[in-house]
């Protein structure tokens, strides 16, 4: 069973996307240095239709991705909410657009075919994120990260880790 520890509307983890991130509790990965520990924890509300429904509901016509942030503990439910969301909702910009989905996991290996080249026309991401928290080897923003976060383009998955590593005006 899934749990939403806490979730938040974010700008920076799926690029060019106004993202709701779900903060999934128990997870199994433990990385030294996580930014989020207490999701160790088993905390927070279950994760069902309602609760899932209300979240997306209050933020339509701002978001435009979902986000699955861990649930590593189990993968299956995570595919199952995702294609839910696929299923069930649209963004308020355009009637005919699916909300994109996303999972953000702390393993080094999904457990289902992805990578630069492959790809599974039938899993209902747009994004997943791969790679343990490693403190020494920094998080997406750094180049030398082992995390790599990759994007759905057509039934192949592509690698755009790269684009964390451009600095911004803000930046300099």
Known sequence: MLKVASFDIVFQEIPGEVTLALNLSN????????HSPHLA???????????????IGRYRGLITCVAFMGGDAAPDEVLRWAEYVKSQHLTARSDLQQLKTAWYSGRQQAPFPLGEGRGDASLPFDYVK?????????????????QRLYKRVGDQWQDITSVFWKKSVFDQ
């Open 27 to 34: 997870c199994p990965c433990h990385c030294p240095g996580c």
């Open 41 to 55: 924890e088993d905390i927070g509300e279950e994760l069902n239709e309602e609760l899932l429904d209300d979240l």
């Open 130 to 146: 791969l790679g343990p928290y490693i403190e020494s080897l920094g998080g997406l923003k750094s180049p030398t990260t082992n």
